[in-house]
Each structure stands twice: as C-alpha cells, then as structure tokens.
C-alpha cells in the first residue's frame, strides 16, 4: 500500500476548499470561533470507527483533541447543538463526494466477470434501529424505530456507488428501479428483489441478472441444454413435475434449461441453471447465455457475498448500528459519516489491488490480501494519526502518509487468506493454499 493512494483518497474525499464551499452554502459555519466546520466533518469521518464511547462523543474526542492546532473550547452540550439539518446537508454532501469519487475509479473484474458485463452491481439493505422517539418518522417492521440503507455495491470498484434511506417497514423491492443507466451492466440480487418485473426489466434495458428461483414460482421448461433427461417430455411443461416424476435427473450433474415463468400478462423467459451442492440442487434465473455455464452463474452468485461483507464493515467497523442520536438530521448525518468511512476503507483495499494486480501475481498467492475490516481496524486506531496529518505540509506530510499506508498494510492483511480465500481471490487466479497442520514437520514444510 502506497502513501501517495493514502493520501489521494483522504484527500480527495475530505478536500478543504470544496468542503468550505458546502459549509458555506449550508450555513454550517456561523462563528469560527465557537465552530471549526471543516475539523467537525473530518472529525466525523475518521471517529466513525473509533469505539471508545458513544459516536457523537467519540467525534466530539478526535474534535478537541486529534488535531495539532490549539485545543477549541466547547462544551457537550453545545457541541450536541451542532448536529442539526445544515449539519445534515453538509454530510450528505461529503458522502456524494466519496461516492462520485468511488464511481471514477478503475474497475478491477477479475476472471470471467469482465467478460460478462461492465460491471456488476449488487443490491441489498442494511437495517439501523434507532431510538423509539423517531418511531414515526421511521417506522420499523415491529414496535420499534428503525432505517433501512438501500445499497448498490460495485463489484468491479470492491464499494457501495450509491445509497438512500427509507424507513425499515417499507419492502426493498419498491427500492430498486431498473433503467437505461443499467445497460451492459449485471444485477446480483437476493430473493427480497426477485419479480417478474424485474426481469422484464433487464431484459428491457440490456442488463444481465443472477437470482435465486423463487420457491413459488412455477417454471416452466421449453428445452433442455444440459442434463440428463430419461424420458421425452412436451415443451412447456412444469418443472417441479419433471424432476418429481424423475424426467429429468438430477445425478449430480448441472442443469441448463430455457423456461418460461408467469401468466399470459406477465410472462417472462429465462435461462435456468441448476448446480448440485453438498445441501441439494440450487437453481438460479439468469440472462446470461450459454457460453457462461452453470457452474460460473453459481459462482456469480457467490460474489454477491461482497455485500454482506461490506454490511458487516459498516455495522462492527463504522458503527452504522450504534446511533443514539434522537433527531432525524442527527441520525441521517451519523448514518452519512459510517458510510463515508466505509467507502474510505473499500478505495484503499481497491487501491491496493490495483497496485498489487500491476505486477506479475505468484500462484499460489504468498503474500496476504488486504481485507478491509481489518483494515478498517486498524484505521480506526489511528483515528488522530490521521486527524493531525491533514494539518502537515510538505515532505513531514508525505513522510507521515507513507507511515500511515505501512501500518494500514501490515495490520489490514487478511488472517484467513489461506483456509479461506474469497470468490474473488479465486478468479482472480490464486489457488488455495492452506497452512500446514501443527503435527507437520517444520522442515517439510521448509522443502528440506
């Protein structure tokens, strides 16, 4: 990990003037004695992570004291005073500037999914229970208050591009609309976003899509590409009936199928692979064509882990489930921090790999990749490390940014790379390599 990405990233999302600007137009800023705007957004990016206490008091920690300038007086109190609606507009903003930053980057698809799409985007949501007083305005799904994070992650750029808020009693699918901005693109989705539509949809605009069948859903099967098939069958028959009557096997070989699925008003066809697992078969929809075979879609749908990961950084790394804020600009400006600093960690796992991919890669990989919630960790242990470097300049500046990328590469390396490689290290062409057992002889594993 370069200091010169380090920097560039914090930089580049947390830049000074364009900061000011915001604060400016949002009226942020009234006295600077008694308010440093630009310190307080910083503050809140970097103590997103920090758990030392609860987040505001966190930030209000790295606000007096992460910094190299003279110590600014405030009380807590007026300090909780701050997080109101222009303290909510400027994070909203701060968090578009990470996201339209992530969305410039140099995509990474390693394997086959480059040649699949131009990116593929993942869709789910994270839901943040709040306190009850804001149970009206955000409604849960039971006698609580309670906001969902609609997330889009790309997996070309390892980062969520774009997200919004809604209250958590509204069903995600309303959340995903598919337009022309999708075409050449693929869609990984769970069953939460799975309809008919939205696979009129894609085919619609030219996205590609990987879902699971839905259990009610009735296919039914037009041809068969792949698998074996004991008997002649009519096309459009059912395909729950084919496999009961035992038409076609399922032998432990893949099944490629074109179905149809809906009524005569909403009818849609699709391609149907069929994977046999240690747990049963599992079938997925696809639009995919037939030179990608049943075994690569399962594995798409694999990659749709990466967002369960990085829901996972959010919550334990940033801290997306720990807002006691009472207000709703408090908690929309708490949840707009988390996940700028989410989008932080994921461009520098993303930079890594861009520099890591420039060289000729070893295989089997021996060195560790990084893995952002480590990463994540470490980071957030040097929240006023990194706090006081924004108030360096010049050669102590990039001295200090250097140090920072060292400590964040020896501390965010993935310490299960071995037993458990992710789908992505795996098409990326590095062979698992698991550590040998405790009983074998060291100088075995030394090649003596």
């Not at 009380?75 to 500037?97: A, N, T």
């Not at 369960?308 to 006691?324: A, F, M, Q, T, Y």
Request: glycine share 8%; charged share 25%; net charge positive.
């Amino acid at each position: 990990m370069r200091g010169e990405d380090v920097k560039e990233i914090f930089e580049a999302i947390l830049p000074e003037e364009a900061l000011m600007e915001v604060v400016r137009a949002a009226g942020l800023q009234q006295r600077e004695r008694k308010l440093d705007a630009l310190r307080l957004l910083r503050a809140m990016i970097i103590a997103a992570a920090s758990g030392h206490g609860g987040r505001q008091a966190d930030i209000l920690r790295v606000y007096l004291h992460g910094f190299n300038s003279e110590t600014i007086r405030v009380v807590r109190g007026g300090f909780y005073s701050w997080f109101g609606e222009p303290l909510e507009r400027v994070m909203s903003q701060v968090s578009g500037l990470a996201l339209s930053y992530a969305r410039s980057r140099r995509r990474d698809l390693p394997g086959f999914l480059g040649d699949c799409a131009d990116d593929w985007l993942i869709v789910d949501s994270t839901t943040v229970r709040l306190d009850k007083k804001l149970a009206k305005e955000y409604p849960g799904a039971g006698d609580y208050a309670a906001l969902k994070v609609h997330k889009l992650f790309s997996v070309g750029l390892g980062t969520t591009i774009a997200y919004h808020l809604s209250p958590a009693k509204e069903h995600d699918a309303k959340h995903l609309q598919i337009d022309e901005s999708w075409a050449g693109k693929g869609l990984l989705a769970d069953l939460g976003y799975a309809s008919l539509k939205l696979i009129a949809d894609c085919e619609w605009c030219g996205a590609h899509y990987v879902i699971r069948l839905k259990s009610n859903w009735k296919p039914r099967v037009q041809k068969i590409r792949r698998g074996e098939v004991n008997k002649t069958f009519v096309a459009g028959s059912d395909l729950d009936l084919l496999l009961e009557q035992e038409v076609i096997a399922l032998n432990g070989k893949v099944i490629d199928a074109e179905v149809r699925i809906g009524g005569a008003a909403n009818e849609v066809f699709a391609r149907l692979a069929g994977v046999p697992t240690p747990k049963g078969y599992c079938f997925y929809l696809t639009s995919l064509p037939p030179t990608v075979g049943p075994q690569q879609v399962a594995t798409l749908y694999r990659v749709r882990w990466e967002i369960e990961s990085d829901n996972k950084l959010d919550k334990s790394c940033h801290r997306l489930d720990e807002i006691g804020a009472q207000t709703g600009p408090s908690v929309r400006a708490l949840v707009h921090a988390s996940m700028t600093a989410s989008i932080i960690i994921c461009l520098l796992a993303h930079a890594h790999r861009l520099e890591e991919g420039s060289h000729k890669r070893p295989r089997p990989r021996t060195v560790p990749p990084i893995h952002p919630q480590a990463l994540g960790r470490m980071v957030a242990s040097a929240c006023h490390s990194i706090a006081a470097v924004f108030e360096l300049t010049g050669p102590a500046a990039q001295a200090a940014w250097r140090r920072l990328a060292n400590a964040f590469y020896l501390m965010g390396q993935d310490p299960n790379w071995r037993r458990r490689p992710s789908v992505l290290d795996e098409l990326r062409g590095y062979r698992r390599h698991p550590k040998p057992s405790r009983n074998t002889n060291h100088s075995t594993c030394l090649g003596a």
